[in-house]
């Protein structure tokens, strides 16, 4: 009886080794990922598949005499067919060129300085931090004041050199509004976008820049036909990372303006959270979110290609 | 000497160019200050001035717990940090463990994965995770806060740490392995410590990404008791007549913690982020 049962076990132990080596914490990988994988299943899985079919319902929480039905695509159709909503694309993709592109621009200038070898590097150093450990609501919020149309210190500095003649009320026009925003989320991305540019100004090798001013290169042509093409993955990266996270920013609009005036600094997230939450529009509003979904992955394919490319992945 | 003088002057430029940039760069942080030392019709007047002459440190006596009871959403944001950030660690440094150290198929697949869910905006999942969070009977609750962190901070944490893990030599590993160690722990006695701080790393990172975020509080929190600090800030300004003064002390008490916390790890943080931005 006794040799039978332990014939039996060393069988099924048989037959199960491979499951065995499966959930081995000494050779598979398996019980390591486990727990991320349900949880990011759960949590991120499920969610898209929700937001997904939302979308091709209609499903109006205020509305609930009109019940829940499946619509296929015609939220979709709805969207595509509404000047406001290619409004709501080109605004978005106009505040975030704007907002990366004042990153780009000034995060470049300033990583140049800073790769000089000049005294106090470590002071501005530690002050380059500054915004990244200012919550994004503080920073949004400080903003707003500084934008105040009656007591605001930017009002106050551009009348003391010059620039306006009166108070110009920033967040309560649509032009201005825009821009005051996207200077705050400029001011938030800068950290990074100068300390990507400085880590790649640095591994370009001493030699290749000294090669050039021997042959008579001056500044310009040196930044040109040297630094710039050698910084070209670096920037790639940078500008794709930032400009997903800038596509993406939330944080800074909401409080700054809710999307207004005029729906102004209304830009693809905000629209998709006023519809969702704030008409209770859940159809519409997964409608919109699937729409950002999709120009995401086209930039996360677009990483992932720029990323091949350098071999790294 | 001439060429002594324009090394000066060019020096003096670069100097000039960075400390304009830096003032400019500082301003909202010294304007919030300034004002949160502000009365109320300090902070109302014409011409607004820097340099107070009689700070009102009260301001913060009274954001902290006065009317505002700013304590409140200050400890509920303490909370969901801290318990965002253990419960991420727990279950990312074993995912990342595994995609560093062992060769599975779809491994690549994986990180691309992992990599791509952090790119999402919590605003295109949100529907979808309200209403799953609704079914667990978690809403106004801090849990159901810290659940949803997790899912947009454990990507970019594995990210993180398997390439800090990548970095640690299999041989240190493999000697403890060869001394009779068992896996499990050599991780613990080896590799936790080597990896410290990525580890860090990645706590700060998953930290200050839940301290920041509105947009799942907006949408979970009607109760008010359970507010963080990030939707307790924007309350400030959805009154009719905005308390700049107090809101701008509550915003630098907001701002403290993190600031600490960056201070600790800086050094760290700066290179994994710039190798991580460089190399993937």
Redesign the interface.
């Known amino acids: 009886m006794e040799t039978v049962t332990s014939q039996r076990q060393e069988k099924s132990s048989k037959r199960h080794g491979g499951l065995r080596k499966l959930f081995s914490l000494e050779k598979s990988p398996l019980l390591y990922l486990l727990p991320m994988i349900l949880f990011m299943l759960i949590m991120i899985g499920y969610p898209i598949s929700r937001v997904i079919y939302l979308s091709f319902t209609q499903n109006i929480l205020t509305r609930p005499d009109l019940g829940v039905e499946f619509i296929g695509l015609s939220n979709y159709w709805t969207l595509m067919t509404s000047a406001e909503f290619w409004n709501t694309v080109a605004r978005t993709v106009g505040w975030t060129s704007l907002s990366v592109g004042g990153k780009v621009l000034i995060g470049f200038g300033i990583a140049l300085l800073l790769s000089k070898p000049i005294g106090f590097k470590k002071v501005y150093m530690f002050l380059l931090m500054v915004p990244w450990v200012t919550p994004m609501v503080v920073a949004a919020v400080s903003f707003r004041w500084m934008f105040d149309g009656q007591f605001g210190t930017v009002n106050y500095l551009l009348l003391t050199v010059g620039i306006i003649q009166e108070n110009i009320i920033w967040l309560g026009q649509a032009a201005t509004a825009f821009i005051a925003t996207a200077i705050a989320d400029m001011w938030l991305g800068l950290p990074f976008m100068i300390l990507v540019f400085m880590a790649g100004l640095q591994a370009i090798p001493e030699e290749v820049k000294e090669a050039a001013r021997m042959d008579g290169a001056n500044g310009m042509q040196l930044l040109g036909k040297v630094i710039l093409p050698m910084m070209k993955p670096v920037v790639l990266v940078a500008v794709t990372l930032s400009t997903i996270w800038t596509f993406n920013s939330f944080g800074v609009i909401w409080p700054m303006t809710r999307g207004g005036p005029l729906e102004s600094t209304r830009t693809l997230v905000v629209d998709a959270y006023v519809r969702s939450f704030g008409a209770f529009d859940l159809g519409m509003g997964g409608a919109v979110a699937v729409v950002i979904f999709i120009f995401l992955m086209i930039f996360t394919y677009m990483y992932k290609r720029l990323l091949m490319k350098q071999g790294e992945m | 000497m001439s060429g002594q003088k324009s090394k000066w002057l060019k020096?003096g430029a670069?100097?000039g160019?960075?400390i304009t940039?830096?003032l400019i760069?500082?301003?909202?942080?010294i304007?919030?200050f300034s004002?949160s030392l502000e009365t109320f019709q300090g902070?109302?007047?014409?011409?607004?001035s820097l340099i107070k002459e009689n700070p009102q440190w009260i301001n913060y006596a009274e954001v902290w717990s006065g009317r505002y009871n700013f304590s409140g959403p200050f400890f509920n944001s303490l909370i969901i940090g801290a318990s965002t950030v253990v419960l991420t660690i727990?279950?990312?440094f074993?995912?990342a463990?595994?995609?560093a150290?062992?060769t599975?198929i779809g491994r690549?697949w994986?990180?691309?994965i992992v990599?791509?869910?952090q790119?999402?905006?919590?605003?295109?999942?949100?529907?979808?995770?309200y209403?799953?969070i609704q079914a667990y009977q978690l809403l106004n609750t801090l849990t159901g806060i810290v659940?949803?962190n997790?899912?947009f901070t454990?990507?970019l944490s594995?990210w993180l740490l398997h390439g800090f893990l990548k970095n640690i030599p299999e041989e240190l590993e493999e000697a403890a392995f060869v001394d009779g160690c068992?896996?499990?722990k050599g991780i613990i006695r080896i590799v936790i410590p080597l990896s410290a701080p990525g580890i860090a790393m990645a706590a700060i990172y998953s930290y200050?990404w839940s301290?920041?975020?509105?947009?799942i509080p907006?949408?979970y929190i009607t109760d008010s008791s359970l507010r963080p600090?990030?939707l307790a800030?924007?309350d400030?300004?959805g009154q009719n007549t905005i308390y700049?003064h107090e809101?701008?002390a509550a915003?630098i008490i907001?701002?403290v913690p993190?600031?600490i916390m960056?201070a600790f790890v800086?050094k760290y943080f700066?290179q994994g982020?710039?190798?991580g931005?460089?190399?993937?």
């Open positions: 020096r670069v100097h160019a960075l940039f830096f760069l500082m301003a909202p942080v304007v919030a004002t902070a109302m007047s014409w011409p607004p727990l279950l990312a074993p995912a463990y595994a995609i150290k062992f599975f690549g994986l990180l691309f990599l791509m869910t790119m999402f905006s919590p605003v295109v999942l949100i529907v979808g995770l209403q799953q659940i949803t997790c899912a454990i990507p594995v068992s896996r499990v200050i301290w920041n975020d509105l947009l907006l949408i600090v990030s800030l924007t400030f300004a700049w809101m701008m915003s907001a701002t993190i600031a960056f800086q700066v982020f710039t190798a931005a460089i190399k993937g």
